[in-house]
């Protein structure tokens, strides 16, 4: 079974579901079919983001970030 990618605006449309509009994690991966894990790391990506910190070995979710990580993180 091949691995499944998702947009990074439907990561950023889930962290922001649990961070600005209270959803817990369960109704959050039912909602977009995604599992526990991978959204847990988009919460903390997100609000490492919004802290002005970088997340290193992902894409940035917030439109401030790739402008922080350089020409290399826009591919």
Do not use: H, N
């Not at 997100?46 to 990580?69: C, D, M, V, Y």
């Amino acid at each position: 079974m091949a691995r499944r990618s998702f947009s990074t605006a439907l990561k950023r449309e889930i962290a922001c579901l649990m961070l600005d509009q209270g959803y817990s994690e369960r109704p959050a991966c039912q909602a977009v079919g995604i599992g526990p894990a991978a959204v847990r790391r988009r919460v903390e990506q997100l609000r490492l983001e919004r802290g002005g910190k970088i997340a290193e070995r992902s894409k940035a979710l917030t439109p401030q970030q790739p402008r922080i990580q350089g020409p290399e993180a826009q591919d």
